[in-house]
Nanobody, 125 residues
């Protein structure tokens, strides 16, 4: 089992920045691929960014490309999501997810085995 705990959410004005963290504990060998997803009220959960264990392979949703950066510190078992130039449409609950394999799609929700409880990000206009 892997436990994922997100932190770093909050309220920020449009154009501002936030950094989310996701700390993994337990069987951290099950975090070969980690991803960030988000869910806005009334909308389906959607992929935001993903990263492999080595950190050398990352992938982003078009809506955040160039503004968000995903990274990981394997020594700390932590994944980060640096969010810059935030927009009101980025408002959502952000979830961290993990799976053992370093292969396969970054974007598929069903491909992840473990999920955090989520952290709220609110961007005011």
């Amino acid at each position: 089992q892997v436990r994922l705990v997100e932190s770093g959410g909050g309220l920020v004005q449009a154009g501002g920045s936030l950094r989310l963290s996701c700390a993994a504990s337990g069987r951290t060998s099950s975090s070969g691929t980690m991803g960030w997803f988000r869910q806005a009220p009334g909308k389906e959960r959607e992929f935001v960014a993903g990263i492999r264990r080595s950190g050398g392979s990352t992938y982003y949703a078009d809506s955040v490309k160039g503004r968000f950066t995903i990274s990981r510190d394997n020594a700390k078992n932590t994944v980060y999501l640096q969010m810059n130039v935030l927009k009101p449409e980025d408002t959502a609950v952000y979830y961290c997810a993990a799976r053992s394999s370093v292969f396969g799609s970054f974007t598929s929700i069903v491909g992840y085995d473990y999920w955090g409880q989520g952290t709220q990000v609110t961007v005011s206009s």
